[in-house]
């Protein structure tokens, strides 16, 4: 397998079409520390790449997008009238931050996201295709133990899937 590379003579970095045919998946738990600092796991910062976005989610949940991802949303909402899509950009845009992981791979949670999915402690990461999850680990653990195996059958019946 040939790699293209960089001046320094290690492998480029993944594009971001590259990154998009990685799917997130996965569940991670880990804890927030006393900065508002939480750690994102390795596997979905190869994904999500060096810079992402981090937004509030109609879930109760924040949502972590690969900047291409977050672009495409962007395009589509701003392609259809304002009348329809304010609301939509004031939830979205409104608390969203660009984050971008320390050296040890840690991104700091602004406060009104946190305040927004009730971060306090413990974090649970969701790879969930396109984008990642972040939830408060107590609400995910009720959700997770809640799922109702015969209401996501009938919904992906009704997708086709």
């Known amino acids: 397998m040939w790699w293209k590379v960089a001046l320094s003579g290690a492998p480029s970095p993944k594009t971001?079409?590259?990154?998009?045919?990685?799917?997130?998946?996965?569940?991670?738990?880990?804890?927030?520390?006393?900065?508002?600092?939480?750690?994102?796991?390795?596997?979905?910062?190869?994904?999500?790449?060096e810079v992402f976005v981090l937004a509030r989610n109609?879930?109760?949940c924040l949502s972590l997008y690969?900047?291409?991802?977050?672009?495409?949303?962007?395009?589509k909402l701003m392609s259809l009238p304002d009348s329809q899509t304010r609301a939509v950009k004031r939830f979205l845009f409104t608390f969203a931050a660009e984050v971008s992981p320390d050296s040890q791979g840690r991104i700091t949670?602004?406060?009104?996201?946190?305040?927004?999915?009730?971060?306090?402690?413990?974090?649970?990461?969701?790879?969930?295709?396109?984008?990642?999850?972040?939830?408060?680990?107590?609400?995910?653990e009720a959700i997770k133990n809640g799922s109702d195996a015969d209401e996501i059958s009938s919904i992906m019946k009704e997708l086709g899937i």
């Open 16 to 49: 971001d079409a590259e990154r998009v045919k990685t799917l997130l998946t996965g569940e991670y738990l880990h804890t927030i520390d006393a900065k508002s600092r939480v750690f994102v796991p390795a596997k979905l910062r190869e994904a999500l790449g």
């Open 58 to 60: 109609v879930d109760g």
């Open 66 to 75: 690969p900047m291409d991802e977050w672009n495409r949303l962007n395009e």
């Open 109 to 140: 949670l602004p406060q009104g996201l946190r305040d927004f999915a009730g971060l306090q402690k413990e974090a649970a990461f969701l790879g969930v295709g396109d984008r990642a999850e972040l939830w408060a680990a107590e609400k995910w």
